[in-house]
């Protein structure tokens, strides 16, 4: 990308479709990094009441959050695999460089469905686990 701006601001000579490329990259690495970042608790967590709800309301709190989580991406799930079926269909490509736009709207999905995944599984876990003890 450093490249690109040098090339582009001071050879006067930019790189045709750098920015698709950097566009589909980001699509593919963040939406694959996302499942594996929940899978590692490695996301940013914000525990502003924690201190104030106690084990139980700690418990309901994240028990809301995965479940609101879970259906948004559903719902989110269901839009991406729909785009990502036209684009197929219609072999839709982006302007410069021609890039199948399937592909990304398919590592969107995937992603999305893959981070659904851990966070029903991490829900089970939470009531395996129960209230007690927790976090």
């Known amino acids: 990308m450093t490249w690109a701006v040098f090339a582009r601001y001071v050879l006067n000579d930019p790189i045709l479709g750098d920015t698709e ?12 990094a996302m499942p594996y970042a929940a ?17 139980r309301g700690r ?12 259906f948004v991406l559903y719902l989110l799930i269901t839009k991406t695999y729909d785009k990502a079926w036209d684009a197929w269909e219609y072999e839709d490509v982006t302007n410069m460089i021609e890039i199948p736009v399937w592909v990304p709207y398919t590592a969107i999905t995937v992603g999305m469905g893959l981070f659904g995944l851990v966070l029903l599984w991490q829900l089970v876990a939470q009531f395996r686990r129960g209230v007690r003890g927790y976090e």
């Not at 418990?59 to 879970?70: E, H, L, M, N």
Request: hydrophobic share 65%.
């Open 39 to 55: 899978w590692q608790g490695a996301h940013i967590r914000v525990d502003i009441l924690d201190g104030k709800l106690g084990e």
């Open 21 to 32: 490329l950097v566009k589909m990259g980001m699509a593919l690495v963040v939406m694959m």
């Open 59 to 70: 418990f309901v709190a994240d028990v809301f959050a995965r479940v609101v989580s879970i």
